[in-house]
C-alpha cells in the first residue's frame, strides 16, 4: 500500500512506530520497499558517506535533484522524503519553492529543512504551496559551524524551552514531519507530547517518538571512525544488507530499538 502524509499520521495516532531509513539509489529503494520502510530520506548525508566530504556543506542542489530521482525510481510504496541541501533554502522563501519544485519534479513526495522557530515562515509558505514539509531541530548538521561541532542537545533548561518553542512554531506553519537528532530522550519525549498534530522522529532521541531514522550506511556497520552512541549494526546480526534493513523495521516497530545504550 502506498506511503502518504495522512499514513504516517495515522501510524503515528495510532501508536505504531514509523520506520524511516537514508537512500540514495534505486537498488537500496527496491530493498527498502520490499522490507517494508515507511519513509526513504534521500540525506544530504551523501555528502559524507558516498562523497566523502567531512560534512553535507559541499552538497548541492543538483545532486540533491538526480540522487532523489534515483530513489523516486526505485520506490513503488515508500514515501520518498528528499534534504533541501546548505544554501538552497535559506535565502528566502522564494527561493525554497523554486528548490522544493525541483525536489518534487523529481519524485520526492516531501522536502525536509534544517533550522527553528525561525524558519516557520518558509514552512507556512511552503505547505500552503503544496509542498509538504518535514522539518529537522536539535543537532542540525548544517549548521556544524555555528553550532561547535556534533553536540547532544536538549542539555540546560533553556535549550530545553527553545526545543519545544521551536517545535511548536514548525507544527503550527504545517510541517507534516519532525525529526529531532541527538536530544536528550526526556526532551524528545516532552517535543512529542507538545505537538500531537505533527509525527516526531528521532535519530539519537530516544524511544518515546513517533518512529526512527538511521543512516543505512551506519545501520549495515559501514561508517568510517567511531561509532555514534545512537547507532546499531544490524549488520553484524543478519548477514545480509536485505536482513538487516528487516531487521531495523522490526525492532523500531517492535519497540526495542533504541535501547538504552543507544539513548542520551
Excluded: W
Amino acid at each position: 500500500m502506498k506511503v502518504t502524509v495522512n499514513t504516517l499520521h495515522k501510524k503515528a495516532r495510532d501508536g505504531e512506530k514509523i520506520v524511516m531509513l537514508t537512500c540514495y539509489d534505486a537498488s537500496f529503494a527496491q530493498v527498502m520497499d520490499e522490507a517494508g520502510v515507511d519513509v526513504l530520506l534521500v540525506g544530504d548525508s551523501l555528502g559524507t558517506v558516498l562523497q566523502g566530504a567531512d560534512s553535507t556543506l559541499p552538497v548541492t542542489l543538483d545532486e540533491m535533484v538526480y540522487h532523489t530521482g534515483l530513489v523516486a525510481r526505485g520506490a513503488k510504496n515508500a514515501l520518498v522524503l528528499a534534504d533541501l541541501p546548505f544554501g538552497a533554502y535559506q535565502q528566502s522563501r522564494e527561493q525554497a519553492f523554486a528548490s522544493s519544485a525541483r525536489l518534487m519534479q523529481a519524485g520526492a513526495h516531501m522536502v525536509k529543512l534544517e533550522g527553528g522557530a525561525y524558519m516557520a515562515d518558509t514552512v507556512r509558505f511552503l505547505v500552503e504551496r503544496g509542498i509538504p514539509v518535514c522539518a529537522h531541530i536539535g543537532l542540525t548538521p548544517q549548521s556544524v559551524n555555528t553550532m561547535g561541532g556534533y553536540r547532544v542537545q536538549g542539555k540546560t533548561d533553556d535549550d530545553t524551552a527553545r526545543l519545544l518553542a521551536d517545535a511548536k512554531a514548525l507544527s503550527d506553519a504545517g510541517a507534516s514531519l519532525l525529526v529531532m537528532e541527538c536530544v536528550i530522550a526526556d526532551v524528545a519525549r516532552r517535543v512529542t507530547e507538545a505537538i500531537p498534530a505533527t509525527p516526531t522522529i528521532g535519530i539519537g532521541a530516544g524511544l518515546d517518538v513517533s518512529g526512527q531514522v538511521l543512516v543505512v550506511y551506519d545501520m549495515l556497520g559501514i561508517y568510517p571512525g567511531k561509532k555514534a552512541k545512537f547507532v546499531k549494526d544490524f549488520m553484524a546480526e543478519t548477514g545480509s544488507v536485505a536482513g538487516a534493513i528487516r531487521a531495523y523495521a522490526d525492532a523500531v516497530r517492535g519497540r526495542t530499538f533504541p535501547a538504552a545504550e543507544h539513548m542520551f
